[in-house]
């Protein structure tokens, strides 16, 4: 059951492909090359650089255009009810009120006003929302590194699946002749008379030969499913899978002390350098708060254009007439928005999340240290059991073959058999259970660290 047990343990992993050998790195390069996870990512990069250069653009000069075409009352003759007026046998000069009136007909209106203005300075105030806009761009790059690190975590899994699920097979391959040969020196024996054999034994075998047909078939399923998830990571075409590794064997153990990994986890890991991004972001953003409330100065052009063919036009200086005029003129302006209250709600939110950030931050410096040591630990506790589970594999082996020698001779009987090959069985499949967890963990550990590029 144990054997069963590490095979389904391996039904979810990831896989890897090759028309050519592959090796680990090799698997790794090429499903970095090919991952839409990857790309994803970089997009997220290039999405904050564009935000930093749209802080930047609050700095460049802003134009702004109103245009628009509708009608007005038509308006003919003098500004007076009457023409000539005033003077001996004139009427009065009376201004005449039918601005609004349709009786001389409709007229097109034309209508354009437009501003262009640059900032001359902002006092300050654009300078932190730049600086966390490249503080974000960092944290983008980073969470890039992030991406790779899993992707290599995922092809390791996917790797090491195919081959401890392929030797599984093989093994099981092996063990289920060694059954059927048993099984046919029974069966002759019983045929014929000769030993002491009972069908008692012949049954225990069978039953141990269906075992292992159970085992097999999922082992062999396992590898079918591992090889597709390789092929999915690194996107190879269909054909025979052919890995450089002829079997599952351990990773080198780490070459630093748990000391120096601890220290090169908190200088090299994704995470701390997006601490520090973010840290420094949140920064920016406390004081751009607190100096939301200065005003900007700018200069530039305003003017408006306004039009109506259907109307005279008057041109006295003191009258408006807004269907016949035109301007335009430099300024030297200053915008303020002031909002005390508000602003200082901004800036004690912004104050907020940075005090929580860098508690965060506390917290990640004490704990990745400890990630480091658990893996460290874990892979140093799964190195040994390999070391002590591969000699118990062989002696296992040989106990199998010696009492197997013994049951072709008549020496021993079939249960000595059964219980010699059950401890085999169990001790390999431990064994290859136990490399594929050390090898996570040194994968981890890698990971953990930082150690990847």
């Not at 045929?191 to 075998?205: F, H, R, S």
């Amino acid at each position: 059951m144990r054997l069963a047990l590490l095979l389904l343990s391996l039904c979810w992993l990831p896989a890897l492909p090759a028309a050519a050998p592959l090796t680990l790195d090799e698997a790794v390069a090429r499903a970095l090359e090919v991952d839409p996870r990857l790309e994803a990512r970089r997009q997220e990069v290039a999405k904050a650089r564009a935000l930093v250069a749209e802080v930047e653009g609050h700095l460049g000069a802003r134009a702004e255009f109103n245009g628009f075409v509708g009608i007005s009352p038509a308006v003919r003759g003098s500004p007076f009810t009457a023409e000539p007026c005033g003077g001996s046998g004139n009427p009065p000069c009376t201004l005449r009120r039918d601005r609004y009136s349709l009786e001389q007909g409709l007229s097109p209106w034309l209508y354009t006003q437009f501003t262009i203005v640059k900032p001359i300075t902002t006092f300050g105030k654009v300078d932190p929302y730049r600086e966390a806009a490249r503080a974000n761009v960092r944290v983008k790059s980073e969470a890039v590194r992030l991406t790779r690190g899993e992707i290599r975590l995922q092809v390791g899994q996917a790797y090491f699946g195919y081959l401890t699920a392929r030797d599984g097979a093989a093994f099981l391959r092996d063990a289920r002749r060694r059954v059927e040969k048993a099984e046919r020196l029974i069966q002759r024996w019983l045929d014929t008379g000769e030993g002491e054999a009972t069908p008692a034994d012949l049954y225990a075998i069978q039953a141990g030969g269906a075992l292992v047909d159970g085992y097999l078939a999922e082992a062999e399923g396992l590898q079918r499913v591992a090889e597709a998830a390789l092929r999915l990571l690194v996107r190879l075409p269909e054909g025979e899978l052919a890995l450089a590794d002829r079997r599952l064997t351990p990773l080198p153990p780490p070459a630093d002390p748990l000391d120096a990994l601890r220290r090169k986890a908190l200088r090299q890991r994704p995470e701390m350098a997006q601490l520090e991004a973010g840290l420094e972001a949140r920064r920016a953003l406390v004081k751009a708060n607190k100096l939301a409330h200065r005003p900007n100065l700018y200069i530039g052009v305003i003017g408006a254009l306004s039009h109506s063919p259907g109307r005279d036009s008057l041109d006295n200086p003191y009258v408006y007439d807004p269907f016949n005029d035109y301007g335009m003129t430099p300024v030297v302006g200053l915008q303020w928005d002031w909002q005390p209250e508000l602003q200082k709600a901004k800036a004690d939110q912004a104050r907020a999340e940075l005090e929580a950030l860098i508690a965060e931050g506390e917290f990640a410096r004490r704990g990745i240290p400890f990630e480091v040591a658990e893996q460290y630990h874990q892979a140093e506790a799964a190195r040994q059991a390999v070391e002590r589970l591969e000699a118990g594999a062989r002696a296992a082996r040989r106990w199998l073959v010696a009492t197997y020698t013994d049951f072709e001779a008549g020496l021993k009987p079939a249960d000595k058999l059964a219980t010699a090959f059950q401890a085999y069985v169990l001790a390999y499949s431990q064994y290859l259970q136990t490399v594929y967890r050390y090898n996570m963990h040194r994968l981890r550990l890698d990971q953990v660290t930082g150690a990847y590029p």
